[in-house]
């Protein structure tokens, strides 16, 4: 058992000074003040630390990704004191433009792997292209008999990269991915990959337009690509659809017009965009290609699940979004948009799932999954096999 003394929760609301007591890999109890003989319980002075919901990474490529540039653009695989020193205690894989040397059997292998680690996992089936590659031989079957299968994606849209699906394919895959989320009781999501082309979100709204499948079925990721996709993508979550922002990235891109994840949230919140509708999630592993005009590849850099709580912490120190709200984006957000039961909140009968952030500074001091210690006084206290 552990017992967490006089900690400032966030739940992520505000709380309030409370005792955190966890056993079993989840939370069991949060109080004003919790007593237990100290021959039964680990207890720690959380006096000056604000505990918060473990962070849900909802888009990660760890296995790896990339590829754009050649074989030796191919990115390693995600490392789990990576995800420790970010704060992410869950992880949902996906694949990229590689649906080829990069295989779901092999994600799955590695969305195991991280959880046999001390990572809670889950993927996505397919990747940009359209049909979708699925391990079942169809989303259906993938959502409905694969448990850690959650939803489809990263499907690319506006993007010279995506296989330029069509409407009615699109519309096809959506339909299954929705039917197998409501049989299965998962949420089914479609994670759409955006590019820089001029339809932006076209595809999306005539979607929600023309047929019964609602805005919720939709997680639009990379919004804040450059300014036209964010103004685009303002009005769109301003209207009850879902965005997802991407932190990882490079000063070069932002230089060109990118909208740094921490001051989109903010300008969001401003023009009246309703906080539940947004996620950050981090693109770790992913390269981050810079192409030319041409579509010819000038750089390339590789994306961080550290830069999550990064853009987080921004939000609040910089761009003066309450801690509590600017938390949604990786916690409770995520969780309900996902349906990823027992995750993003701290409350009774919640997964253990905690991260201690120093009061003062809001660097992440202490990091618990399913009610294990992975880092305590900012040191990971665990490695994966192979670092």
């Not at 989109?264 to 192409?291: E, H």
């Not at 952030?357 to 999954?369: H, K, M, T, Y």
Request: hydrophobic share 45%; glycine share 12%; aromatic share 4%.
């Amino acid at each position: 058992m552990l017992l967490l003394k006089n900690a400032d929760v966030y739940a992520p609301a505000a709380k309030g000074r409370a005792d955190i007591l966890a056993a079993g890999g989840r939370i069991l109890r949060i109080e004003p003040s919790i007593e237990l003989p100290p021959a039964y319980v680990e207890q720690v002075d959380a006096s000056g630390v604000m505990a918060v919901p473990g962070f849900i990474d909802g888009h990660v490529h760890m296995m790896g990704g990339g590829g754009e540039g050649g074989f030796a653009t191919r990115t390693p695989e995600l490392m789990l004191s990576d995800a420790i020193r970010g704060g992410v205690t869950t992880v949902v894989g996906c694949l990229g433009t590689d649906g080829v040397t990069r295989s779901l059997a092999g994600l799955l292998a590695k969305a195991k792997a991280l959880d046999e680690e001390g990572l809670s996992t889950f993927i996505y089936t397919g990747h940009y292209g359209v049909p979708v590659q699925t391990l079942t031989g169809s989303i259906e079957r993938d959502l409905l008999l694969i448990d850690k299968i959650i939803g489809v994606g990263e499907v690319a849209l506006s993007d010279h990269r995506s296989n330029q699906p069509t409407f009615e394919e699109f519309a096809r895959l959506s339909a299954e991915a929705r039917r197998g989320g409501i049989l299965s009781g998962k949420a089914g999501v479609v994670n759409v990959h955006m590019g820089d082309g001029r339809r932006g979100l076209a595809m999306l709204r005539r979607l929600i337009e023309e047929t019964e499948i609602p805005a919720t079925q939709f997680l639009p990721t990379h919004i804040g690509r450059n300014p036209s996709l964010f103004e685009e993508g303002l009005a769109y979550a301003k209207a009850g659809g879902l965005v997802d922002f991407t932190t990882s990235t490079v000063p070069a891109f932002l230089d060109e017009g990118e909208v740094k994840c921490s001051a989109g949230l903010r300008r969001m919140l401003d023009a009246g965009v309703d906080a539940a509708n947004i996620t950050f999630t981090s693109d770790g592993q992913g390269s981050l290609p810079d192409f030319d005009a041409h579509g010819r590849l000038r750089r390339l850099e590789i994306g961080r699940v550290t830069s999550l709580f990064a853009e987080v912490r921004d939000a609040v120190r910089v761009e003066g979004v309450p801690l509590a709200t600017a938390l949604q984006v990786i916690t409770s957000n995520p969780a309900r948009i996902l349906k990823l039961r027992g995750k993003g909140a701290l409350e009774a009968g919640a997964d253990a799932d905690i991260v201690l952030l120093d009061a003062a500074s809001l660097e992440i001091d202490g990091v618990i999954a399913k009610g294990r210690w992975l880092m305590k006084a900012r040191t990971p206290l665990v490695r994966g096999n192979f670092e």
